[in-house]
């Protein structure tokens, strides 16, 4: 019995570590007003990208690695309008920045759960 009991607590300290091996998704996100925008994010390959003149919405989507640096910012390229920059984690949101007005920046970042 006793083995028994062990047996159970390993299997269900396994299973509830599964979500520990599970990368991290993420999706970028700009919305907004704002007609026309340029984006600079940290990619799939840590790297950096940058789109311009690109309309919103704008999303990206990527499997991260847990500690990655996750950035995302736009840049309205008008007069007016707002933009909403906003991470998600695991469909959750993780970080978000709204900003409104002429040439304005909206910046989200931080480090993947």
């Known amino acids: 019995m006793k083995k028994l009991m062990i047996l159970l607590c ?3 300290i396994l299973f509830a570590g599964c979500d520990i091996l599970t990368p991290p998704q993420v999706e970028y996100e700009i919305s907004g007003t704002a007609t026309s925008v340029n984006i600079t994010y940290s990619n799939a390959s840590e790297g950096t990208s940058q789109v311009s003149d690109v309309s919103v919405p704008w999303t990206y989507s990527f ?5 990655n640096f996750l950035y995302v910012s736009a840049q309205n390229q ?3 309008g707002s ?6 984690v ?5 970080k978000t920045s709204t ?7 909206a ?7």
Do not use: K, R
Not at 63 to 67: A, I, K, L, Q, Y
Not at 83 to 88: G, N
């Open 90 to 94: 695991d469909g959750d949101v993780y």
């Open 10 to 12: 390993l299997s269900i």
């Open 83 to 88: 933009l909403t920059a906003t991470i998600y």
């Open 107 to 113: 910046t989200a970042s931080g480090s993947a759960p």
């Open 63 to 67: 499997e991260s690695t847990t500690g």
């Open 78 to 80: 008008n007069d007016s």
């Open 99 to 105: 900003s409104s007005g002429a040439y304005v920046i």
